[in-house]
C-alpha cells in the first residue's frame, strides 16, 4: 500500500469506486459485497449490499444502496464514467455469511443465498465477469478489503468469539 492510500469502511448500504490510491473495507454478514480492480488504471470499486430486493416495508427512496440491483447499477455507472468496459475489471464476490434473517415473528427465506444469486445474475447482465467468490462460508463475519494500487484482495473470516 502506498502511504498516500486513503482508508475507507464501506457500511451496509453503501458503495464507493476510487480512481486514486486507496483501501477499500468491509464486514459482512448475510450481506454481500461486490469487488471491482482495474489493473491498468488501479480504479477500485466496492458495494455492500443487504437484500436482494425492496421489501414492502421499506421505501426505495429512503436506502437505495441497500439493495443489489442499485448497488450494482452504481458500480456499473462509476465504470462507464471512467470510459473503461465492465469486462476490463477483475471482479469478486464476498459475504452471505448467515442463511436466515428474522425480522419480528417473520421468518424470511434464504437471504444470503438469494443475495448472491441476484449478485451474480445483475453483474452478468452489466458484463461484469466474476474473477473470485467466496460466499456462503460457515463462520460468523467476514472481513473484505482491496487496495486499489495492487489489486490486492485480503478476506478474513471470523468468530463473534474474537477468533479468525
Known sequence: MDDNSLWFFIKPGEAMFYEDACILQTTLGSCVSVVLWHSKYNYAGMCHYVMPELTKQLS???CKLRYAKHAVAYLYDEVVKTRTR???YWVGLY???RS???????LYGNVAKRNVDIG???LKEYGFGLDDEQTQIACDYQKVSIDSQTG???VKFG???GDS
Open 152 to 154: 490486492d484482495v485480503t
Open 159 to 161: 468468530k463473534k468469539d
Open 100 to 106: 436466515q434473517v428474522s425480522q419480528g415473528n417473520v
Open 120 to 122: 451474480k445474475k445483475l
Open 86 to 88: 465492465p469486462g476490463d
Open 60 to 62: 426505495e427512496k429512503d
Open 95 to 97: 459475504g452471505a455469511i
